[in-house]
């Protein structure tokens, strides 16, 4: 049976991710949900596909994701199942489908929804029935309408110039360390044998770090995280409070 991960902006202090979680179990007893975060900023479509998409590559071909981001903010949403990279999503058509992944869908349906007035938890009413129904096996054609268009957020790109990259913050995480958009692979085809400076903020700096372990307490680190993205922060320190950065700051470096 597939595992079905939950991500949402309910928090922790109310009955939400309970009634999710209760109402899946009632019907499949043995099924593995797995929290992926319920403290995604309220209504917060980028970070919620930040968190998402960065932990899509540890979970098995087959999981289904659903993501209860912002489900009731608009009243012409339609409510998706989509087949993504071998993976199944369940959320609604309010554009985060664009920054979870460049790829294009290998299908999309439409969820039927009730024909009295909206559903006031359509994460409970609507998305965890099709879960329920995928993991039991069904056929995502067999669960709603196709469709060909759905809405897609475009995220922030990385510039990649001659002798300049240039990026965004794209997330300022729990420890205040800034996470970018420049991608390593990208760097390294630039680097080769140049040195370079990197700006953010009033801070420069001309070395990335192999480990944050080969900074001292409260010194600057700059290092390529785990997913391959530059990350730049305070060992046992808050880099977005103290360089005074936050979501979508800009970065350059410069090679030379």
């Known amino acids: 049976m597939p595992i079905i991960t939950l991500t949402s902006d309910f928090g922790e202090s109310d009955h939400y991710v309970g009634a999710l979680k209760g109402t899946i179990f009632s019907q499949l007893p043995s099924q593995v949900v797995v929290d992926i975060s319920h403290k995604i900023q309220h209504f917060d479509l980028a970070h919620g596909a930040f968190v998402l998409r960065s932990a899509l590559p540890y979970f098995p071909e087959g999981s ?30 309010h554009g985060m489908l664009g920054l979870l992944s460049d790829k294009e869908p290998q299908a999309v349906v439409s969820l039927p929804v009730p024909d009295q007035s909206p559903s006031a938890f359509p994460a409970l009413d609507i998305l965890v029935p099709a879960a329920i129904e995928l993991a039991n096996g069904k056929s995502i054609e067999d669960l709603g309408q196709p469709l060909s268009e759905v809405r897609k957020m475009v995220g922030r790109r990385m510039r990649l110039l001659k002798d300049e990259i240039i990026g965004h913050v794209l997330r300022v995480d729990h420890y205040g360390n800034l996470i970018t958009n420049i991608r390593q692979e990208e760097f390294c085809k630039l680097a080769q044998g140049k040195s370079y400076t ?16 080969e900074t001292g307490s409260g010194d600057c680190f700059v290092i390529f995280n785990s997913g391959g993205l530059l990350e730049i922060g305070i060992n046992k320190g808050n880099a977005s409070e103290l360089m005074g950065l936050q979501f979508d700051s800009p970065i350059k470096i410069s090679f030379h």
């Open 64 to 93: 289904i994701h659903l993501v209860a981001v912002d489900t009731v903010g608009n009243r012409d949403n339609a409510y998706l199942v989509v087949h993504l990279d071998h993976h199944f999503f369940l959320l609604p058509d």
């Open 198 to 213: 990197i700006l953010i903020g009033r801070e420069h700096f001309r070395h990335v770090h192999q480990s944050i372990n």
